[in-house]
């Protein structure tokens, strides 16, 4: 067989769409004149637009996370507490430990005390 020889399954190419002629109204300007221009297609809605978190928030966010995972038994329980709301707290965990070093205490106190208790060890 020669090394220049075709591949077994070429790609399959579709033929061009037919080039479909706009409606006419009535008044026989053309239905299109009226829509707006299309807009070009851009990958900046993977992007977010925020800035990134501050160094001391994001070592809050990482310590409170590292603490829910360690205490409460894996990463599961401790991503639901972290992420719902808490109406003890008056708010969702994560964003209290994160926006402060007060928020962060009160959300670390509150993670300890729901830890079971390890006195049999």
Not at 88 to 117: D, F, H
Request: no cysteine.
């Amino acid at each position: 067989m020669n090394s220049r020889s075709k591949p077994v399954n070429p790609p399959v190419r579709k033929a061009p769409a037919a080039a479909v002629a706009p409606p006419v109204s009535a008044a026989g300007s053309d239905a299109s004149d009226d829509a707006a221009p299309a807009r070009a297609r851009t990958n900046n809605h993977f992007r977010k637009r925020s800035a990134p978190l501050a160094r001391d928030d994001a070592k809050r966010q990482g310590d409170i996370s590292q603490l829910a995972f360690l205490t409460m038994g894996g990463r599961d329980p401790a991503v639901e507490f972290l992420n719902t709301e808490n109406a003890e707290l008056g708010g969702r965990p994560l964003t209290l430990a994160t926006a402060s070093a007060e928020g962060y205490e009160q959300v670390a106190t509150m993670i300890r005390s729901m830890a079971p208790n390890r006195s049999s060890e």
